[in-house]
């Protein structure tokens, strides 16, 4: 079974950078991509960024030019560097595995951005 916990987030001000941590635990073997979605109080959750077979890499375009997703060197961790922060990236980003027949999601980390 497959688990998610994300780490690394926090209140930091505008401008700012946070690295947020997703390890994956489980059989990896049915994952075909790892994603980060977020969601902001009273609103729906969003597309932020993913990483699929062969490092295919897709971003949403609010946050292309700041934010990065990669791979640790273990197959298991992927991270999301944000970089230029403002206000409106503040929401509970959480982590995803799609797999064959489901997602799976992390318990989510809180990113505050303050002016």
């Known amino acids: 079974q497959v688990q998610l916990v994300e780490s690394g987030g926090g209140s930091v001000h505008a401008g700012e950078s946070l690295r947020l941590s997703c390890v994956v635990s489980?059989?990896?073997?049915?994952?075909?991509?790892l994603s980060w979605h977020r969601q902001a109080p009273g609103k729906q959750r969003e597309f932020v960024a993913s990483i699929g077979i062969g490092d295919r890499i897709k971003y949403a375009d609010s946050v292309k030019g700041r934010f990065t997703i990669s791979r640790g060197s273990a197959e298991n961790i992927v991270y999301l560097q944000m970089n230029s922060l403002k206000p409106e990236d503040t929401a509970v980003y959480y982590c995803?595995?799609?797999?064959?027949?489901?997602?799976?999601w992390g318990q989510g980390t809180q990113v505050t951005v303050s002016t």
């Open positions: 489980g059989d990896m073997s049915r994952i075909y991509s």
């Open positions: 995803s595995a799609e797999m064959t027949l489901k997602n799976v």
